[in-house]
């Protein structure tokens, strides 16, 4: 008899030269990437939070979910207004509305 599968975490990491989405079981990593940030300045700042979710969707393996999601950001980040505040390095994630974004909403499978 097998054991019912639990519920996976996330954690995307935003820096300056890349973006990484890990998918953790327990401590182990089941899989990740690594996007460059450069390429998200390529699309619509509306839709550049959907390409985080729409890019976690394909790596999670199928049939699985998702317990929790963690996303971190090189700073400052104003925790009143939920933004990253960093035009030097992360320009194309920087004074975007994260609390209205799809990240935010996004209900764990």
């Not at 004074?95 to 764990?108: E, I, L, Q």
Request: contains cysteine; glycine residues 8%.
């Amino acid at each position: 008899m097998t054991s019912p599968r639990l519920p996976l975490r996330a954690g995307i990491d935003m820096g300056g030269t890349g973006t990484r989405i890990a998918v953790l079981d327990g401590e182990q990593e089941v899989v990740s990437e690594t996007i460059p940030t450069a390429w998200f300045a390529t699309v619509p700042e509306a839709l550049r939070a959907q390409a985080l979710v729409d890019r976690l969707h394909q790596l999670l393996p199928a049939g699985n979910s998702l317990a929790s999601l963690g996303i971190g950001a090189s700073g400052p980040v104003n925790n009143q207004t939920e933004m990253i505040e960093n035009n030097d390095t992360l320009a194309c994630f920087s004074f975007f509305p994260w609390s209205r974004s799809s990240v935010k909403s996004w209900r764990y499978r």
